[in-house]
């Protein structure tokens, strides 16, 4: 017997997978945004351009949107998208750089030293190392001491300036330390205390980059949501309220510095602590490849480890630049040589980048320059090079 099948529709087929980039070409480093649609609905994938590769997972539509930071060598790199069992890919050009005329350096190279802003032997260090003195030097006080003007003077002494690390805790008490929590902060109970330093810093008078609370989207400072009692919304009114009592001193030489840490999985929303372009005059981020020295970490590209980070605060904080303000690769689980250079041509491909700061310090791992004679002459080549 026939069977009949007028009238009936066929199921709609699945549209073939399909990604589209922000853009086709661009210098190595640039982060490009891959926009995906047709793929199996949420599921989990990847995106990979050369040696980069970040995860992805498909919405109820099976689409996403994720950025990825572009291989460091010229050429074309297939950009592959694969998500189930569906895959597709897009050509990137990788174009040389624009050279920059000798003597010029737009980013401004930066260290930090076990001794700190006084350690004049140990500056001296670097500067031999690197084959250039630096021009920013990072300090760290906590809220149990003065502002350092002697600190100060010697870096201007050397023709630099100091990125001056503020913490409201006390150095070695652990997250929970009530004493110190936002709210508490923003209620105005150490408000004598910020005052002193907004007096000092501005009778002093010579420019200073003042970094307060960094690194406030993990969970290792009791300055952070989530620990010691801080809830949301708490650090945007602790950061807003220190800015503004010592605003109210006069202090008009101070360069306010937001400096969260790169984002990873879990950590607080960037855009939910940003306090606003009226608190800020530089935006920064801290990030290290760990290598595989930690149980926890891998080892991870320049333009991976910050390229997310990046791109976020060109998003909540557009124009404004931007600095890395810490930053140092282990040597354990691959080559840091290798990705020292990477490093600095990645930054140099990132107009808004206008200053790096390594950390130059023997502690968690073996950040320092000259962790092995390699390292330290990739440092110093990477450094003349760079935009």
Not at 86 to 94: G, H, I, L, Y
Not at 160 to 180: C, D, F, H, N, R
């Amino acid at each position: 017997m026939a069977v009949l099948t007028f009238g009936l529709t066929p199921p709609p087929a699945q549209a073939a997978a399909t990604i589209t980039l922000s853009s086709t070409s661009g210098e190595a480093g640039s982060p490009v945004t891959v926009t995906g649609a047709g793929f199996p609905k949420r599921t989990k994938g990847t995106v990979v351009a050369g040696t980069a590769k970040v995860a992805v997972t498909t919405t109820s539509t099976g689409t996403f949107q994720v950025s990825i930071g572009m291989p460091t060598a010229p050429g074309t790199v297939t950009v592959t998208a694969t998500a189930g069992s569906a895959v597709a890919s897009a050509p990137f050009t990788v174009v040389d750089p624009v050279p920059v005329p000798s003597g010029t350096r737009s980013i401004r190279f930066g260290v930090g030293t076990n001794g700190g802003a006084a350690a004049g032997g140990e500056l001296d260090e670097v500067a031999a190392l690197a084959g250039e003195a630096p021009s920013i030097v990072l300090s760290y006080k906590d809220f149990n001491q003065a502002a350092p003007l002697a600190e100060l003077d010697a870096v201007r002494a050397r023709g630099a300036e100091t990125l001056l690390t503020w913490e409201p805790w006390t150095w070695g008490g652990g997250t929970e330390q009530p004493a110190y929590s936002l709210d508490r902060i923003a209620a105005g109970d150490f408000d004598a205390y910020l005052r002193e330093w907004g007096t000092a810093l501005g009778q002093w008078g010579q420019p200073v980059y003042l970094r307060f609370a960094h690194e406030m989207n993990g969970n290792w400072y009791p300055w952070a949501e989530g620990v010691n009692g801080n809830g949301a919304g708490d650090y945007i009114a602790a950061y807003r309220h220190v800015h503004d009592v010592v605003a109210s001193t006069g202090a008009t030489n101070i360069s306010w510095v937001w400096n969260p840490n790169v984002p990873y999985w879990g950590s607080t929303p960037l855009d939910q602590l940003y306090p606003g372009g009226d608190y800020v005059d530089v935006v920064a981020l801290d990030g290290y490849n760990w290598g595989t020295s930690q149980s926890w970490s891998a080892w991870q590209e320049p333009e991976v480890l910050f390229g997310e980070g990046i791109t976020q605060l060109r998003q909540l904080a557009p124009g404004r630049p931007i600095m890395i303000a810490e930053t140092a690769s282990s040597e354990v689980g691959g080559s840091k040589p290798q990705w020292i250079t990477s490093l600095f041509r990645y930054v140099s491909a990132q107009q808004d980048v206008v200053a790096l700061v390594w950390f130059h310090i023997n502690k968690e791992a073996d950040w320092r320059i000259n962790s092995t004679s390699a390292s330290a002459d990739a440092f110093r080549a990477g450094l003349a090079a760079r935009r």
